[in-house]
């Protein structure tokens, strides 16, 4: 299960032509799950390449 809001191709927002349109609290939770689970997966792929390495 994925924590957070978004989609298939990640998060997004549109801000309207004249950037009037905010961004939401919902955006920005979808984002921050998002990060993390990038920060997590170079973490993983990280260790795993340094592993190999030895």
Do not use: Y
């Amino acid at each position: 299960m994925i924590d957070g809001l978004g989609n298939p191709c990640g998060t997004g927002h549109v801000t309207g032509e004249d950037g009037s349109i905010a961004v939401g609290e919902e955006s920005l939770t979808a984002a921050r799950a998002q990060g993390r689970r990038v920060a997590e997966t170079a973490a993983a792929l990280k260790a795993g390449f340094a592993a190999k390495a030895k």
